[in-house]
């Protein structure tokens, strides 16, 4: 089974600086997906970005860039410019991409705050 | 309206008692998924659905009960609920189980368990 560390509960940037939010995972498995979500107060899940394990080029989304390092199973978020709406926590998710009906593995969350 | 759905969006019932959570989906997602979030725990795996009648356990599901008999429905019995199954659970659904396939949450129901 795969297993997902998020070691920062709280994180807190000052508006317009630049943020990185740090996941570990553990798998034996050499085929998966990493992906990032955002949840605000309001409790919806939102995707912000993706990541294939076999792809060695960091996937990016406007603001939003990851640092994927495979060999150390390591999968931080970079969040540029930060802005007031950023502030959510953060999930980390892990997926085993062979096949079946697999569901998302999460960290525990990391909470972003935004100082204005 | 378009999208995921969860019903009751907000439950309280007492210990012992048989409860029903919604899950309503209009893409016709192949996928489905239940998913409990406790504090310190992030999001976690109950059950999950591939298809209608193709149900199977995940993570966490000892206490619950699904059923998919349409492929737009999957309900999540808790069938004598417990005070540890006070949490927010999320309904998920996707088209695939591969990357292009993101998985769509609703908007989360969350129960109380006295």
């Known amino acids: 089974a795969q297993t997902v560390t998020q070691s920062q509960p709280e994180m807190s940037v000052q508006e317009a600086e630049t943020v990185t939010l740090s996941c570990t995972y553990d798998?034996?498995?050499?085929?998966?997906?990493l992906f990032w979500y955002k949840q605000p107060p309001s409790r919806q899940m939102i995707l912000v970005i993706r990541?294939?394990?076999?792809?060695?080029q960091n996937a990016t989304e406007n603001r939003f860039s990851v640092n994927f390092q495979k060999a150390a199973k390591s999968f931080s978020l970079k969040i540029s410019d930060s802005q007031l709406g950023d502030a959510a926590m953060y999930f980390c998710?892990?997926?085993?991409?062979?096949?079946?009906?697999?569901?998302?593995?999460f960290g525990k969350g990391t909470h972003l705050i935004i100082q204005p | 309206d378009a999208g995921i759905t969860q019903s009751p969006r907000y439950k309280i019932t007492e210990t012992g008692r048989q409860v029903t959570l919604m899950c309503h989906q209009t893409?016709?997602?192949?996928?489905m998924f239940w998913y409990r979030q406790d504090l310190g725990h992030g999001l976690r795996l109950i059950y999950y659905?591939?298809?209608?009648?193709?149900?199977d356990k995940g993570e966490v599901p000892d206490g619950y009960v699904v059923s998919r008999s349409k492929t737009e429905n999957f309900p999540l019995t808790l069938e004598s609920a417990t005070r540890s199954q006070t949490s927010v659970y999320f309904c998920?659904?996707?088209?695939?189980?591969?990357?292009?396939?993101?998985?769509?949450f609703g908007p989360g129901t969350r129960l109380t368990v006295l």
């Open positions: 798998t034996s498995e050499s085929d998966y997906y």
């Open positions: 990541q294939e394990a076999y792809k060695q």
């Open positions: 998710a892990f997926q085993y991409s062979g096949g079946g009906a697999d569901g998302l593995t």
């Open positions: 998920a659904s996707s088209e695939g189980a591969s990357f292009s396939n993101e998985q769509f």
């Open positions: 893409w016709s997602h192949s996928y």
């Open positions: 659905s591939a298809a209608a009648d193709i149900t």
